[in-house]
C-alpha cells in the first residue's frame, strides 16, 4: 500500500518524517530535501557538534565559514597545517591567529570565532540544548546574515531553524545531536590533519 502526505511548507516536514521513521515507514521526499539534509539545520548541527566534540574537523570546516567569513581553501589549509599532533581544530586555528599570518577581514572574523567557542564553553553547561542552541544562532551571527538576506528563501531557513529548535526542546539530549542517521562526524578525539529576536525555545 502506498499513501502520500501533503504539507504546506517546508518546516513541517520534520514531524512528519520522524513519525514515518519511528514507525520504521520507508518514504521518499518529493519536491524538496529532508529536513535534516538542508543546509541551514546541518550548519546548526556542524556548530553543535564541534562544541561537543572539539577534534570534530568535519564539523569544523562546515562552521568555520558558516555565515560567511572570509574563509577560503587556503585559509582552511593553513588552519589545518597548524594544528598540532592529537589536537584540535580549534588550537590549529588559535595558533595561526596568534602568529599574526591572518590579515585583514579574515583575521578578524577567525578571531571572534575563537571568541564564540571560548564563551561557549560556559553557555553549553548553563543552558538547555534549545537554549544553546539559539545562543549560538545569535552570537556566530548566522541568524542575523538570514535576516540581513531579506529574501524569502532566507525567510524559509529561519522557520526551518525555528523548527530545529522545537525539536531540541522535545529532546534536551546532548546525544540527539550526534544522532549518526542524520551526518557522518569524526569519532571522538580522533586528531585529524544585536541580533535575531524571533527565534524562541526554553
Known sequence: ?????????????????????????????????????????????????????????????????????????????RIEACIPEGGTPLEGLAALVRSGELKGRAGREMGGFLRLFHDGAGEKSALTLAGFARWVLVESGYLQSLEEEGTLEAETRVRNLEEFLSAAAESEAWAWVSRSSWTASPSPRTPTRSKARRISAS
Open 1 to 77: 500500500m502506498k499513501a502520500a502526505v501533503l504539507y504546506r511548507a517546508n518546516w513541517q516536514s520534520r514531524q512528519l518524517e520522524e513519525a514515518l521513521r519511528g514507525a520504521n515507514l520507508p518514504y521518499k521526499l518529493i519536491g524538496g530535501v529532508k529536513f535534516y539534509e538542508r543546509q541551514e539545520v546541518k550548519d546548526l548541527l556542524a556548530y553543535l557538534r564541534l562544541f561537543s566534540n572539539p577534534y570534530d574537523l568535519t564539523s569544523f570546516r562546515r562552521c568555520v565559514n558558516a555565515p560567511s567569513r572570509g574563509v577560503g581553501p587556503t585559509t582552511l589549509g
